[in-house]
């Protein structure tokens, strides 16, 4: 009976044996909404793959140069922004990650200085030696 305890306390947010991977990817999201929410973008084009693709908040599928310039202009910017993890997958050289965020755009970014509710996927792959993230979702929760 020890296994019937230990999975039914394994949930999709923290599964019974987290791998070396998934502890590395949880820890690059903290980077990553920290990069966010400082407009590092040095930091950001770290976590990032060169081929990153984004289906964003505005309904725009964006690059990674795309969304770098938009936190160097300015038009992407937080005033803040917290993540949480709701699901997190190891699939050998590749991790997903789900769940949502709270968060307040500034800078020029519609609903600026209101709070936000988005859900999240993400896609995290081991690239030259590292974990980077290749592709993202992200879609506003509206209002109930």
Not at 20 to 38: G, P, S
């Amino acid at each position: 009976m020890p296994g019937l305890l230990a999975s039914a306390a394994a949930t999709p947010d923290k599964p019974e044996a987290e791998s070396a991977a998934t502890k590395e990817v949880r820890r690059l999201n903290d980077q990553e909404v920290q990069a966010m929410l400082h407009s590092d973008v040095e930091a950001i084009a770290r976590l990032w793959s060169d081929d990153l693709v984004v289906n964003n908040p505005l309904q725009k599928f964006v690059d990674k140069k795309q969304v770098l310039s938009m936190v160097k202009s300015g038009f992407l910017a937080f005033t803040s922004y917290e993540r949480q993890i709701e699901y997190i997958r190891d699939y050998g050289n590749t991790v997903i990650v789900a769940g949502h965020e709270t968060l307040i755009f500034s800078g020029k970014m519609p609903n600026a200085g209101k709070p936000q509710h988005l859900r999240f996927t993400a896609v995290w792959m081991k690239q030259h030696g590292g974990w980077q993230e290749v592709a993202r979702h992200a879609d506003v929760v509206p209002p109930q």
